[in-house]
């Protein structure tokens, strides 16, 4: 199974907002609303921020945000903070029953 | 609130086999999926297999001849076996706790992870 594509790296200023790109295939992104999200700070173990698209667990701030549009899910950060420096993974369950993991896009609060 | 910690050894020599545990407390291994995910120095995330507490498994196809996933249900513990390993699976080495339904399936709680380094 190939890596779902995420740009290496996006940036922006406190208080804009920022989105990241994750493309897959019909036989992942593409066939399920099982697409997630995980923020990764360095040195820490990721830490889940969508799932299902565009549902937030409890703890996660409102301006995290998914959506999706045929094989392509996108996570949005609006009034972007310090704090969201980090870098981002996207992941999609597959049609065979595995999951698969973005190539990871880094956050850059200029 | 479910809590997972790796454990094993930090070095492993090349052409061996790397064993890892997970110990799970907070929470019962049943009725859930329960994954390894590893990650190379400085590169991203790659999803290795997952065990479902009944023993059923599914492996990632590029490393499936290489990868074992075992479930200790009496310990709340499940392991990862990669033989034959060589310097490319040197990674930080992470469990987490897969939660799959009809709609979602996502890695909801993670352990810290634990640098295994494959070197002579």
């Known amino acids: 199974q190939s890596a779902l594509t995420q740009p290496p790296s996006v940036s922006g200023s406190p208080g804009q907002s920022v989105t990241i790109s994750c493309t897959g295939t019909s036989s992942d992104v593409g066939s399920y609303n099982r697409v997630s999200w995980y923020q990764q700070p360095p040195g820490t173990a990721p830490k889940l921020m969508i799932y299902e698209v565009n549902n937030r667990p409890s703890g996660v701030p409102d301006r995290f945000s998914g959506s999706k549009s045929g094989n392509t899910a996108s996570l949005t950060i609006s009034g972007l903070q310090a704090e969201d420096e980090a870098d981002y993974y996207c992941?999609?369950?597959?049609?065979?029953?595995?999951?698969?993991f973005g190539g990871g896009t880094k956050v850059t609060v200029l | 609130q479910v809590q997972l910690q790796e454990s094993g050894p930090g070095l492993v020599k090349p052409s061996e086999t790397l064993s890892l545990t997970c110990s799970v407390s907070?929470?019962?291994?049943?009725?859930?999926?329960w994954s390894w995910i590893r990650q190379p120095p400085g590169k991203g995330l790659e999803w290795l297999g997952y065990i479902y507490y009944s023993g059923s498994t599914n492996y990632n196809p590029s490393l499936k001849s290489r990868v074992t996933i075992l479930v200790d249900t009496s310990k709340n513990q499940f392991s990862l076996k990669l033989s034959s390993v060589t310097a490319a699976d040197t990674a930080v080495y992470y469990c987490a706790r897969q939660y799959c339904s009809r709609t979602s399936c996502y890695l909801d709680y993670w352990g810290q992870g634990t640098l295994v380094t494959a070197s002579s």
């Open positions: 907070g929470g019962s291994i049943s009725s859930f999926f």
């Open positions: 992941s999609s369950y597959t049609t065979s029953s595995t999951l698969v």
